[in-house]
């Protein structure tokens, strides 16, 4: 079991706006960053979101991260059939010194 | 371009062992921690290890403690993990991945299946 919380899945229509959240404690998200993953099928794991709300160059502004406390959310607007992927959150914990994954979440485009 | 390219990855009877290596290229290698992860069949991601820049340091995820061991040789621009005692549940692919807190840069991961 993830000690960072995500649901499991999630899902829209072409257009509309998905959140994902991701809950932690006090010694992962509550002082440190969060990152979010973008993992299309068969492929390697990308970079979303660096620094709780940063986008790499390359990712459309669509993308969007913020955190507050010990919760982080990933908000996708304009959702297309293309980000139909699973979606990872991660977090340095200080206590543990490891980094820390959410479980995914799976977003499907209906 | 940032490049990670692992190899290594194989079929092993459990209780064996094996190296993981991992090719980087595009920076400057001995100034970023670098980490690996894992990914069990239709499972999510799994931290493992990460080692700092000047190897003088390292994190192990409590289920390959005493088992794994990260390490790089900055000379080459490489990053290793050893594996021993391998169980099934150490089937995954594995990704070689550049820092630690907050990874920016993935392999393309190499597969490491445990059976006999």
């Given at each position: 079991q993830s000690v960072l919380t995500q649901p499991p899945s999630a899902s829209g229509t072409p257009g509309q706006r998905v959140t994902i959240s991701c809950s932690g404690s006090s010694s992962n998200i509550g002082s440190n960053y969060v990152y979010w993953y973008q993992q299309l099928p068969g492929t390697a794991p990308k970079l979303?979101?660096?620094?709780?709300n940063q986008r790499p160059?390359?990712?459309?502004?669509?993308f969007s991260g913020s955190k507050s406390g010990t919760s982080a959310s990933l908000a996708i607007s304009?959702?297309?059939?293309?980000?139909?992927a699973d979606y990872y959150c991660a977090a340095w914990d200080d206590r543990l010194s490891n980094l820390l994954f959410g479980g995914g979440t799976k977003v499907t485009v209906l | 371009e940032v490049q990670l390219l692992e190899s290594g990855g194989g079929l092993v009877q459990p209780g064996g062992s094996l190296r993981l290596s991992c090719a980087a290229s595009g920076?400057?290698?001995?100034?970023y921690a670098m980490s690996w992860v894992r990914q069990a069949p239709g499972k999510g991601l799994e931290w493992v290890s990460v080692i700092h820049g000047n190897g003088g340091t390292t994190y192990y995820t409590d289920s390959v403690k005493g088992r794994f061991t990260i390490s790089r040789d900055n000379s080459k621009n490489t990053l290793y993990l050893r594996l021993n005692?391998?169980?099934?549940?150490?089937?995954a692919v594995y990704y070689c991945a550049k820092e630690?807190?907050?990874?920016?840069y993935w392999g393309q991961g190499t597969l490491v299946t445990v059976s006999s």
């Open positions: 979303l979101i660096s620094r709780n160059s390359g990712v459309p502004d669509r304009g959702l297309r059939s293309e980000d139909e | 920076f400057t290698f001995s100034s005692s391998l169980t099934a549940e150490d089937t630690q807190r907050g990874i920016d």
